[in-house]
């Protein structure tokens, strides 16, 4: 991959002949031509796996939203305080940021399919000790260990959409690939809702036993492995151990018609490591997007967990219709989804054209000179401060004595529409800009937002009680506000940041490389033994 050549925004008038290509320079036109396809995936293919990766990031927020209109019952079949079930709403988010950090890391240096089938069985295990417990301690434990297998699909997900989509239509994939954690809040609480009237709470747990069971098999039999420090773009054979069925015909097919095996599209032929998400989040430009990220999401928990005290205290609600009011929010996130991601991709286009850059379908694009970051946060941004000016009015509406359902509602699918969408413009920008290693990003991303969301789980009951709803929201608010210069440093610096993390990248390769080299040419003139012993004396081990 070459890198984009410089162009200037400023000082240059004059039209260029012809378009840049966008994953090639000019000059190198004819290597381009023959570049390998990005993806050998077709596109029904590519959106068939990453609805499935969709369907499987749906087990994260259902397993969270299915519990909320629950709670009331637990907490009495259980013998113990709401604020002790609402702890375990706060353990199941730390654990959600936590897990998520090894699932990445395990996704992308073994493979997108194992990561699933080790997320799916502590899964269905956790589940079935759930639906069997009979104390609080179990309870909590149990909740941690089904937020440890369900939380890394939702960075799995994201890992897919990497694998197979170019940056000039990532917004889309990252769209469809969020359909199913957008899902999770509309459906969970209606289904919680329903089978804790009718079937005891105990039936959320076999519900989600089953449909895990389910995801599993679909996994073993028909998923092929689209990690592309495996297979590359599709056409590099996986591992004996990790090929399904359908991708066993697949590769025989390929080899039938000719298709050449890529072993360069192979992406990083280092793998990264199990917790690579860990330095991510220490980067510069990562540390500011994440931090605003969780922020945000904080904010947002402060809604979602909110709701059923306030539901059950002004209106009187059961757990059924507290569950169908959950369903707003729910609807937002679908409609941000469908909506948002083609605009982040529209202007990721439109600034293609400024720089007269020609998009070559099938082909990915260098963002090495490219504005990246102003491409996807001139859409997210906007929409975070149109969440601000949703959210105040939200918590005043519920302070109210007897407040308007209709208004509610209204302001419910409002608040999760801004606020999924400037998490989906994030979620594309962290992916762009960590290539090697997406699932991880994504697991950095997940970390981040989790642990602060708990935070806003733990607070939100005790700010409810002190100042009330309508102060919480004017605090929330401003702090939105205030904060949200972490998201404009990237969009001032963040090509000039890359550029030199780039560097430093580069110049720490060239220092391992030298002294490897250094090593082979000692071993072959004086032997292994000699290296060993000056190893030990460097170390000040040796006699």
Not at 138 to 148: D, E, G, I, K, N
Not at 373 to 378: C, D, F, G, V
Not at 515 to 531: I, L, P, Q, T
């Amino acid at each position: 991959m070459t890198a984009l050549p410089e162009t200037s925004q400023t000082t240059s008038t004059a039209v260029p002949e012809k378009p840049q290509s966008l994953h090639a320079p000019a000059a190198e036109a004819n290597k381009g031509a023959t570049e390998p396809q990005f993806s050998t995936f077709s596109s029904i293919e590519k959106k068939l796996y990453v609805y499935i990766a969709s369907c499987a990031a749906f087990a994260s927020p259902v397993s969270s939203g299915i519990y909320y209109p629950a709670l009331n019952i637990i907490a009495s079949d259980l013998h113990t305080t709401l604020a002790n079930i609402n702890l375990t709403i706060t353990t199941y988010m730390i654990f959600q940021g936590l897990a998520p950090t090894i699932v990445g890391g395990i996704s992308d240096r073994y493979g997108r399919k194992p990561a699933y089938l080790i997320c799916f069985t502590v899964f269905i295990g956790a589940n079935i000790g759930l639906a069997l417990q009979t104390n609080y301690v179990a309870l909590l434990v149990l909740r941690c260990l089904q937020s440890c297998g369900s939380s890394g699909t939702v960075a799995l997900s994201n890992g897919v959409v990497s694998d197979i989509a170019t940056r000039a239509e990532r917004g889309k994939y990252i769209g469809y690939a969020a359909l199913g954690s957008s899902l999770g809040p509309a459906l969970g609480p209606i289904i919680g809702g329903l089978l804790a009237h009718f079937l005891g709470w105990r039936s959320i747990f076999w519900f989600l036993t089953i449909y895990a069971g389910f995801m599993l098999t679909v996994f073993v039999v028909f998923i092929p492995e689209t990690c592309r420090n495996i297979v590359g773009n599709g056409s590099v054979p996986a591992q004996k151990w990790n090929i399904s069925l359908i991708a066993y015909f697949r590769l025989r097919k390929q080899r039938k018609n000719g298709v050449s095996v890529s072993q360069e599209t192979v992406q990083n032929k280092r793998r990264p490591g199990i917790l690579s998400s860990l330095p991510i989040i220490f980067e510069k430009e990562s540390f500011l997007l994440l931090l605003y990220a969780g922020i945000l999401y904080a904010g947002f928990y402060v809604i979602v967990a909110g709701l059923p005290a306030q539901l059950a205290s002004v209106y009187n609600y059961n757990s059924i219709q507290i569950g169908l009011c959950y369903l707003p929010i729910g609807c937002g996130s679908i409609v941000a989804r469908t909506t948002v991601g083609r605009a982040i991709d529209w202007n990721f286009r439109r600034h293609c054209r400024k720089l007269g850059i020609e998009i070559v379908k099938g082909k990915q694009q260098t963002i090495e000179a490219f504005p990246v970051e102003r491409a996807r946060l001139e859409i997210g941004l906007p929409l975070v401060y149109c969440g601000c000016a949703v959210f105040l009015p939200y918590g005043w509406v519920m302070s109210l004595q007897s407040p308007p359902l209709a208004a509610v509602v209204v302001l419910l699918f409002l608040n999760a529409y801004v606020l999924s969408g400037s998490f989906q413009a994030l979620s594309v920008l962290v992916v762009d800009c960590h290539p090697d290693s997406s699932a991880a990003a994504s697991a950095a991303l997940n970390l981040v937002r989790c642990l602060l969301g708990a935070g806003g789980v733990a607070a939100v009951i005790p700010l409810l009680d002190r100042i009330g709803s309508g102060w919480t929201g004017t605090m929330v608010t401003l702090i939105w506000i205030l904060a949200s210069a972490m998201w404009w440093a990237p969009m001032i610096w963040g090509p000039q940041w890359r550029k030199e993390k780039k560097i430093k990248q580069a110049a720490k390769r060239a220092k391992k490389e030298s002294g490897r080299d250094m090593e082979k040419a000692v071993r072959k003139e004086y032997g292994a033994a000699h290296v060993n012993q000056m190893t030990l004396e460097a170390t000040g081990k040796g006699i």
